[in-house]
């Protein structure tokens, strides 16, 4: 007498707890059938018997029991024979149950045999075409027998019959299906159109893009490679227990090789590539999009079957996947990816918190209003304003690729799941198909979450902007497929001014500056066209608006105000350049760059962007008798939120406390002595922003006594750098240091402007300017012109080397 588990291993009444249960693999014999999976079929088998038998007493009375009985014995001879056949299924079922060694033969060695032999003899392709093959035969035979059967006639026969019959018959079979048939081809030929399109095949001899094509992504490319010796050769990890991992997430901004790298994969693996259009999912009708992913999978497990392995790429994935974290109703994040209010140059204390308080900061980020966000710019400008005056995938799309992805990999074909479990063998597992999975999306944190874990994108890498060292290599890559004259040292110069360049941008900048030396008769490309190139894709081009004299002086030397002090007072960017051409929305521009690249920000850095936005007021101020223009309100702007940040948000100011907490949680502000208790009539927010609208003007103001005091000892730089602007309208940086330090450039010499009689006709010309805006008249001087440059040799000086041959 047994009894039922207890404690642990007790399970629910009628189920053993799982671990009692032995597994498939480790059963002796085979697994019992219950009574009723015994006795079914011979029940029906018994009950056709007996219609059969009822059906010939009914059809003539006088026939007695028994010699109906014995009559349908030999009639329905086939229902016994069959019965027969089932009884001795069960039998030797009943065996296989009792007796291990029988067992065994027929699993391991009658079938398992046979099929160790079809795989060690046919690829899976060729299996597969065969197996096809193989049911058409089988099908066909079927029908054949039964048009026999009906016709009277031999199987054969009445197959070659076949057409004849079906002729016969359409017009019986035309009038009972017509219009059903016509409604269900409307349908299916509607959403097989539907369905079609947005996926394109490239076979391995239609990719020519390598690795080496690849240019300023070393360290991502080398992290790709290894799924390539993976996909290549899977045995080297799954035999050691591990399996290959099958998707890849490209992320980073756009235009960074996230698509060329995918390619490259495609032409080193020698595998399909099946590229999937951002738009293929997007249908108007409910159920194609999932139509269409049930059809591209199909054509995937095809493809793998086939070339032993497939890559297929999601271009723009957040199309298909829009469904992002913060809808998931919850805190977890995608793994590798910080929430884009947090995404923030600085120590990343987003991670250092419980995952309640991450949800909590990143809901309140989230709801904060476009004034309250940080700013972050990739270039630091000072713009004068214009006139001076002021500055997816739904529908259960997603769903049926998530399935596709990693879902239950059920046995496939009919004859395998069903005829073999008829038969008592177990479904054939289906095959390991190869496929690679590639994502490539600019806004990872609007995918779904289940699209990102584990086992559907099991590897996610940052493709971002490239390094110096990257952006070198990709200038390299693309100047050596075109004539040029840069040397070395201009190529690293050019890699130092372009900070955020990705690869298409500087393909782009390459052909541009090729376009400008072919316009201008050459074959050969030059730095002034680079240079020439890299303004008109920043800047685009100018308007073509000339200034009436007063005003273009004004302008220049506003202009040359923000470009002396950057000079001056900035470590950490260098001028990129200075223009003032009119532009679309802004009359001139100073851009700065960082030289190398940095993470960090710091308080001296802060305060020096402050010095340069406020160098357009003091030096207005300064040059014309006090007066200013409208044209500074976006530099007080700038100038305002980076202090209003410094001062309430970046503990670089005289308080340490953050003013968006002390406002959310009304603790009042600090040093006011209330202790966050609320008088009569106060109002606490209105409190805050005052205390600190009072730092933000204390700092501010000390840092404009600051440029007025540079300024004042760099007058004369600045009427140069002002004259210089007029003459040439726009300045590269490096033409800026030399007009500043006053030697030779690689486009502007800068040595005449170390003639005193040259400033000194600046000085006047100066005058004339200024008394003219204050009369609102015509500038009764002309612009001084540059004296002509002295022979070579003659002044002892070192050509830049930047300025090429």
Same mark, same amino acid.
């Given at each position: 007498?047994?009894?039922?588990?207890?404690?642990?291993?007790?399970?629910?009444?009628?189920?053993?707890?799982?671990?009692? !249960?032995?597994?498939?693999?480790?059963?002796?014999?085979?697994?019992?059938?219950?009574?009723?999976?015994?006795?079914?079929?011979?029940?029906?088998? #018994?009950?056709?018997?007996?219609?059969?038998?009822?059906?010939?007493?009914?059809?003539?009375?006088?026939?007695?029991?028994?010699?109906?009985?014995?009559?349908?014995?030999?009639?329905?001879?086939?229902?016994?024979?069959? #019965?027969?056949?089932?009884?001795?299924?069960?039998?030797?079922?009943?065996?296989?149950?009792?007796?291990?060694?029988?067992?065994?033969?027929?699993?391991?060695?009658?079938?398992?045999?046979?099929?160790?032999?079809?795989? !060690?003899?046919?690829?899976?392709?060729?299996?597969?075409?065969?197996? !096809?093959?193989?049911?058409?035969?089988?099908?066909?035979?079927?029908?054949?027998?039964?048009?026999?059967?009906?016709?009277?006639?031999?199987?054969?026969?009445?197959?070659?019959?076949?057409?004849?019959?079906?002729?016969?018959?359409?017009?019986?079979?035309?009038?009972?299906?017509?219009?059903?048939?016509?409604?269900?081809?409307?349908?299916?030929?509607?959403?097989?159109?539907?369905?079609?399109?947005?996926?394109?095949?490239?076979?391995?001899?239609?990719?020519?893009?390598?690795?080496?094509?690849?240019?300023?992504?070393?360290?991502?490319?080398?992290?790709?490679?290894?799924?390539?010796?993976?996909?290549?050769?899977?045995?080297?990890?799954?035999?050691?227990?591990?399996?290959?991992?099958?998707?890849?997430?490209?992320?980073?901004?756009?235009?960074?090789?996230?698509?060329?790298?995918?390619?490259?994969?495609?032409?080193?693996?020698?595998?399909?590539?099946?590229?999937?259009?951002?738009?293929?999912?997007?249908?108007?009708?409910?159920?194609?999009?999932?139509?269409?992913?049930?059809?591209?999978?199909?054509?995937?497990?095809?493809?793998?079957?086939?070339?032993?392995?497939?890559?297929?790429?999601?271009?723009?994935?957040?199309?298909?996947?829009?469904?992002?974290?913060?809808?998931?109703?919850?805190?977890?994040?995608?793994?590798?990816?910080?929430?884009?209010?947090?995404?923030?140059?600085?120590?990343?204390?987003?991670?250092?918190?419980?995952?309640?308080?991450?949800?909590?900061?990143?809901?309140?980020?989230?709801?904060?209003?476009?004034?309250?966000?940080?700013?972050?710019?990739?270039?630091?400008?000072?713009?004068?304003?214009?006139?001076?005056?002021?500055?997816?995938?739904?529908?259960?799309?997603?769903?049926?690729?998530?399935?596709?992805?990693?879902?239950?990999?059920?046995?496939?074909?009919?004859?395998?799941?069903?005829?073999?479990?008829?038969?008592?063998?177990?479904?054939?597992?289906?095959?390991?198909?190869?496929?690679?999975?590639?994502?490539?999306?600019?806004?990872?944190?609007?995918?779904?979450?289940?699209?990102?874990?584990?086992?559907?994108?099991?590897?996610?890498?940052?493709?971002?902007?490239?390094?110096?060292?990257?952006?070198?290599?990709?200038?390299?890559?693309?100047?050596?497929?075109?004539?040029?004259?840069?040397?070395?040292?201009?190529?690293?110069?050019?890699?130092?001014?372009?900070?955020?360049?990705?690869?298409?941008?500087?393909?782009?900048?390459?052909?541009?500056?090729?376009?400008?030396?072919?316009?201008?008769?050459?074959?050969?490309?030059?730095?002034?066209?680079?240079?020439?190139?890299?303004?008109?894709?920043?800047?685009?081009?100018?308007?073509?608006?000339?200034?009436?004299?007063?005003?273009?002086?004004?302008?220049?030397?506003?202009?040359?105000?923000?470009?002396?002090?950057?000079?001056?007072?900035?470590?950490?960017?260098?001028?990129?350049?200075?223009?003032?051409?009119?532009?679309?929305?802004?009359?001139?521009?100073?851009?700065?760059?960082?030289?190398?690249?940095?993470?960090?920000?710091?308080?001296?850095?802060?305060?020096?962007?402050?010095?340069?936005?406020? #160098?357009?007021?003091?030096?207005?101020?300064?040059?014309?008798?006090?007066?200013?223009?409208?044209?500074?309100?976006?530099?007080?702007?700038?100038?305002?939120?980076? #202090?209003?940040?410094?001062?309430?948000?970046?503990?670089?100011?005289?308080?340490?406390?953050?003013?968006?907490?002390?406002?959310?949680?009304?603790?009042?502000?600090?040093?006011?002595?209330?202790?966050? !208790?609320?008088?009569?009539?106060?109002?606490?927010?209105?409190?805050?922003?005052?205390?600190?609208?009072?730092?933000?003007?204390?700092?501010?103001?000390?840092?404009?006594?600051?440029?007025?005091?540079?300024?004042?000892?760099?007058?004369?730089?600045?009427?140069?750098?002002?004259?210089?602007?007029?003459?040439?309208?726009?300045?590269?940086?490096?033409?800026?240091?030399?007009?500043?330090?006053?030697?030779?450039?690689?486009?502007?010499?800068?040595?005449?402007?170390?003639?005193?009689?040259?400033?000194?006709?600046?000085?006047?010309?100066?005058?004339?300017?200024?008394?003219?805006?204050?009369?609102?008249?015509?500038?009764?001087?002309?612009?001084?012109?540059?004296?002509?440059?002295?022979?070579?040799?003659?002044?002892?000086?070192?050509?830049?080397?930047?300025?090429?041959?």
């Amino acid at each position: 007498m047994t009894t039922a588990p207890t404690g642990p291993h007790q399970g629910r009444e009628g189920v053993s707890p799982p671990e009692v !249960r032995p597994r498939h693999d480790e059963r002796r014999t085979r697994k019992p059938l219950a009574i009723w999976d015994r006795i079914k079929f011979l029940l029906l088998l #018994a009950l056709i018997w007996v219609i059969l038998l009822w059906s010939a007493l009914i059809n003539d009375p006088g026939i007695p029991f028994s010699d109906g009985v014995r009559i349908e014995v030999r009639a329905g001879a086939w229902v016994i024979v069959l #019965a027969g056949l089932e009884a001795l299924r069960q039998i030797h079922f009943l065996i296989s149950e009792h007796w291990a060694g029988y067992h065994r033969f027929w699993t391991q060695t009658f079938f398992g045999g046979t099929e160790r032999l079809t795989r !060690r003899r046919l690829s899976a392709w060729t299996r597969f075409r065969l197996w !096809r093959v193989l049911t058409w035969l089988f099908w066909i035979a079927v029908i054949a027998v039964v048009a026999g059967k009906v016709t009277h006639t031999n199987a054969v026969v009445a197959l070659l019959r076949m057409p004849t019959y079906i002729w016969h018959a359409l017009p019986f079979v035309l009038q009972l299906v017509a219009i059903l048939l016509i409604v269900v081809l409307q349908f299916a030929a509607i959403f097989w159109f539907l369905s079609k399109g947005g996926v394109d095949v490239y076979y391995p001899d239609d990719i020519k893009t390598r690795f080496g094509d690849v240019w300023g992504q070393d360290h991502v490319l080398e992290r790709v490679k290894e799924n390539i010796l993976f996909l290549e050769s899977p045995e080297t990890i799954e035999t050691k227990g591990g399996y290959v991992p099958g998707g890849i997430l490209l992320w980073g901004p756009p235009g960074t090789g996230k698509t060329l790298m995918a390619e490259a994969v495609a032409g080193e693996t020698g595998r399909p590539y099946v590229f999937v259009d951002p738009g293929a999912f997007i249908n108007m009708f409910m159920g194609v999009g999932i139509l269409k992913v049930k059809s591209l999978f199909r054509r995937l497990r095809k493809l793998a079957l086939r070339y032993g392995g497939v890559i297929v790429f999601f271009d723009e994935a957040d199309s298909l996947g829009r469904r992002g974290a913060l809808a998931q109703g919850g805190p977890n994040f995608p793994r590798g990816m910080t929430p884009a209010p947090f995404q923030r140059a600085g120590c990343h204390g987003f991670s250092y918190l419980s995952e309640d308080a991450q949800w909590l900061l990143t809901r309140h980020a989230m709801d904060a209003s476009p004034a309250g966000d940080e700013p972050g710019t990739r270039r630091s400008k000072q713009v004068m304003g214009m006139g001076m005056g002021g500055g997816g995938g739904g529908m259960g799309t997603l769903e049926a690729l998530l399935t596709e992805l990693s879902g239950l990999k059920k046995p496939r074909g009919f004859i395998n799941r069903h005829v073999r479990r008829m038969f008592g063998m177990r479904p054939k597992p289906p095959p390991k198909y190869r496929i690679l999975v590639m994502m490539a999306t600019n806004m990872p944190e609007s995918l779904d979450e289940a699209l990102l874990r584990p086992g559907r994108i099991d590897r996610i890498y940052k493709v971002g902007y490239p390094s110096k060292a990257g952006r070198v290599r990709t200038y390299e890559g693309y100047l050596a497929k075109v004539g040029h004259e840069l040397t070395p040292e201009q190529v690293d110069k050019l890699a130092v001014i372009t900070p955020y360049a990705t690869g298409a941008t500087i393909k782009d900048l390459v052909n541009e500056a090729l376009i400008t030396a072919i316009r201008d008769g050459r074959d050969v490309i030059s730095w002034r066209d680079v240079i020439k190139a890299k303004q008109l894709k920043e800047l685009g081009p100018p308007e073509g608006v000339e200034y009436i004299e007063r005003e273009r002086h004004a302008v220049a030397v506003h202009e040359a105000c923000h470009a002396l002090i950057a000079y001056r007072t900035r470590q950490h960017l260098e001028i990129d350049i200075a223009t003032i051409e009119r532009g679309s929305d802004y009359l001139g521009m100073v851009a700065s760059i960082p030289p190398e690249d940095q993470f960090t920000r710091w308080r001296s850095e802060y305060e020096s962007d402050i010095l340069v936005s406020l #160098a357009s007021l003091a030096g207005e101020r300064m040059f014309f008798g006090g007066d200013s223009s409208s044209g500074v309100s976006g530099d007080l702007e700038s100038a305002t939120t980076v #202090a209003s940040f410094m001062e309430g948000f970046w503990g670089m100011g005289s308080t340490v406390s953050s003013y968006s907490t002390a406002k959310r949680l009304e603790v009042g502000s600090p040093g006011g002595g209330q202790g966050g !208790r609320k008088k009569k009539g106060q109002d606490p927010e209105a409190e805050l922003r005052r205390a600190l609208a009072d730092r933000i003007e204390d700092t501010l103001g000390g840092l404009l006594e600051q440029v007025q005091q540079v300024l004042g000892e760099n007058r004369e730089q600045v009427l140069c750098l002002a004259h210089a602007l007029e003459t040439n309208k726009t300045l590269a940086g490096d033409d800026v240091v030399a007009v500043i330090e006053r030697r030779l450039g690689p486009l502007i010499d800068g040595r005449p402007y170390a003639d005193p009689g040259l400033r000194r006709q600046l000085e006047d010309y100066h005058h004339a300017a200024m008394a003219a805006h204050r009369d609102h008249a015509m500038v009764q001087l002309s612009m001084p012109a540059l004296p002509v440059p002295a022979p070579a040799g003659a002044v002892a000086s070192t050509p830049d080397p930047l300025a090429g041959p």
